[in-house]
């Protein structure tokens, strides 16, 4: 297989699999309408703020603890994401009506999912398993968030956090806050390898986020919409750091993909 499909295989497939589990979500669990859907409504003052407060706070906590704390703040989100994934089944249908035969597998897959989460975190998972546990885990945790907030908070919030995600890189701020060891050790354990390019968990989570809370705000047409221009600002991105030492990974693929919903606010 072409090594550039098998990463737009990889890349995409979690995107599409967040809009399908968002819409089946969205079909048996009404959000209220968010009200008043327009951009001076959109307040970046919040989100910039709890961007700030949780890098710094995951700094602290992987300078002071360096291998053991990356991988205990990533086996964490492989967790929240298997829980997602139960919030989700439960999110998609009303009270007592979640049929049998997705109930049955529901047990046994949670509980396989906490097991290699504990695994992950011992480093006694392999390679591929892990890879399957943290893109299924990750994918999960960004289609709930963006089914759950309103469309106008996920774009302020993933804004935020993408100029935040470009003064950090730019400034090299990660390698010098942290020591070399740790440094090495959250950028190997943060990060899923494709083909060519590898790519950051809260890179993914904010691919699935946004592509969610697009298709829940806006509807299918305008997520799908959303999705494309997200992959290729991602493989805009990937191009781009073949030339570059270092570049942000979420301004281009979050500026393109907030594009269609900012069209739709403004237009409407």
Do not use: H
């Given at each position: 297989m072409d090594r550039r499909l098998r990463d737009a295989i990889l890349l995409g497939g979690p995107i599409l699999a967040s809009l399908i589990i968002a819409q089946i979500t969205l079909s048996g669990f009404s959000p209220a309408k968010f009200s008043g859907y327009?951009?001076?409504?959109?307040?970046?003052?919040?989100p910039g703020f709890i961007c700030v407060l949780v890098i710094f706070g995951l700094f602290y906590?992987?300078?002071?603890?360096?291998?053991q704390a990356v991988r205990f703040v990533v086996a964490g989100i492989t967790v929240v994401g298997v829980v997602s994934g139960v919030v989700l089944l439960q999110l998609s249908f009303t009270p007592g009506t979640l049929p049998v035969v997705l109930y049955l597998p529901a047990a046994p897959l949670t509980y396989l999912g906490l097991y290699?989460?504990?695994?992950?975190?011992?480093?006694?998972?392999?390679?591929?398993?892990?890879?399957?546990?943290?893109?299924?885990?990750?994918?999960l945790l960004g289609t709930l968030i963006g089914v759950l907030f309103p469309l106008s908070f996920t774009i302020a919030f993933l804004i935020s956090l993408s100029i935040l995600d470009a003064l950090i890189v730019e400034s090299n701020f990660l390698r010098r806050?942290?020591?070399?060891?740790?440094?090495?050790?959250?950028?190997?354990?943060?990060?899923?390898?494709?083909?060519?390019?590898?790519?950051?968990?809260?890179?993914?989570l904010v691919y699935s986020m946004l592509s969610a809370g697009s298709l829940r705000?806006?509807?299918?047409?305008?997520?799908?919409?959303?999705?494309?221009f997200i992959i290729a600002g991602a493989f805009g991105t990937f191009r781009i750091t073949r030339s570059r030492l270092r570049f942000p990974g979420l301004p281009i693929?979050?500026?393109?993909?907030?594009?269609?919903?900012?069209?739709?606010?403004?237009i409407g």
């Amino acid at each position: 297989m072409d090594r550039r499909l098998r990463d737009a295989i990889l890349l995409g497939g979690p995107i599409l699999a967040s809009l399908i589990i968002a819409q089946i979500t969205l079909s048996g669990f009404s959000p209220a309408k968010f009200s008043g859907y327009s951009i001076s409504n959109i307040d970046l003052l919040t989100p910039g703020f709890i961007c700030v407060l949780v890098i710094f706070g995951l700094f602290y906590v992987f300078r002071r603890r360096g291998e053991q704390a990356v991988r205990f703040v990533v086996a964490g989100i492989t967790v929240v994401g298997v829980v997602s994934g139960v919030v989700l089944l439960q999110l998609s249908f009303t009270p007592g009506t979640l049929p049998v035969v997705l109930y049955l597998p529901a047990a046994p897959l949670t509980y396989l999912g906490l097991y290699w989460s504990f695994r992950s975190y011992t480093g006694s998972l392999s390679p591929r398993k892990t890879f399957t546990l943290t893109v299924v885990s990750v994918t999960l945790l960004g289609t709930l968030i963006g089914v759950l907030f309103p469309l106008s908070f996920t774009i302020a919030f993933l804004i935020s956090l993408s100029i935040l995600d470009a003064l950090i890189v730019e400034s090299n701020f990660l390698r010098r806050a942290l020591n070399l060891a740790s440094f090495d050790n959250v950028i190997s354990a943060t990060t899923i390898p494709l083909a060519d390019f590898e790519i950051g968990l809260g890179d993914l989570l904010v691919y699935s986020m946004l592509s969610a809370g697009s298709l829940r705000g806006m509807g299918i047409y305008i997520g799908a919409i959303t999705a494309i221009f997200i992959i290729a600002g991602a493989f805009g991105t990937f191009r781009i750091t073949r030339s570059r030492l270092r570049f942000p990974g979420l301004p281009i693929p979050v500026g393109l993909g907030v594009v269609p919903s900012i069209m739709v606010l403004m237009i409407g």
